[in-house]
């Protein structure tokens, strides 16, 4: 490993360019700290990703405080989560601030009609990604298309369907005798602590719970969140709409960060920079106490079958959520034949052409100016 000042110097300059989301973010870091500098083996640098891609939250995030954490321990990995987290999540509380104040001006509002379905196009092509990485048999597939119908068409609270995806997948792969001998998982545990919450009436203490909610139980990496934030934010506590969180994703994909910045987005439309700030706080968190809690694990926890098959299917559920709500985002995205097209053209790009997620999102952005500008002296 180099000097920490070089490595914490180059997760600040990666928190001011890491545009495009976590594909393009974990690109980003493969080519720098592999192939240029060699600060780790190709080996070792997929070691760490198979642990983040198993941890709730943001993988790319999870990964440089990983880094951080080999160089210099405890404040190392937090150093190095911090500098890749803080650039995009101040830029989105400048960007949120500018949305509420002039969010209905009509150049805002040209941008963003290309920008939302070019990001539609990139989050359908994220599941076809996540989809082919979760299904591995046919069981699993049985598992997405039921969370998809049980969410869907039955309207099952989708953390239920997690827990039972987990549970299912579980009993297919280590057979019925084990399911006795599990304690109660995380999801049971929190769900308990979150019936509490409610009986709290503050807005700060909701969205405190939601975001720390989201950043425990995200698993499938950052899209997921994406499920909680809808159904919290917008379907039970009504702090914005679903256009309204479209236009966050999209400023998230549009500003450099982990995708899940959009959170900020989210906490400051429902209270003002406080709910921003701890929006960002409480959905980060639980990846800095995973990672440098799990650094002596990593290969206990990659090793253990129980806890490989219960997070197998709870990947495979995952997958049918997301699916669930970006249909809900439908109406916001495509309301024309051009938004369907330019959503189309994005989907393309990157699920069969295998374009650069952040090429995709720098072109979308830059056809909203350039539509936005034409639209204005038309």
Known sequence: MPPWREVFLYFLFLGFVNIGGPVAQITMMFNHMVEKRRWLSKDRFVKIMAFCHMLPGPEALQLAIYVGYLKRKLWGGILAGITFILPGAVMMIVLSWMYVKYGKLPQVIDALYVLKPAVFGIIAAGIIKLGRAAIRNLFLAVLLVGAFVGMRFAGINFLLILLMAGLLNLIFEQGWPLLGKTSPTMPTMIGGIGLLLPLVDSRLFQIAWLFLKTGLLSFG????????????????????SDGQLLDGVALSVATPGPFMLFTTFVGYLASGVTGAVLATFFVFLPSFFFVIGGVYYVEKVRENHLIQAFLAGVSAAVVGVIAVVSLDLIPQALVDWPTLA????????????????????????????????VRAYA
């Open 221 to 240: 990496g950052a899209y997921a969140s994406l499920v909680f934030v809808q159904r919290g934010a917008v379907a039970q506590y009504h702090w914005l």
């Open 342 to 373: 330019i959503a189309v053209v994005a989907f393309l790009l990157i699920a069969f052409l295998k374009r650069d997620v952040a090429l995709v999102a720098i072109g979308a952005m830059l056809g909203g100016i350039i539509y936005s500008t």
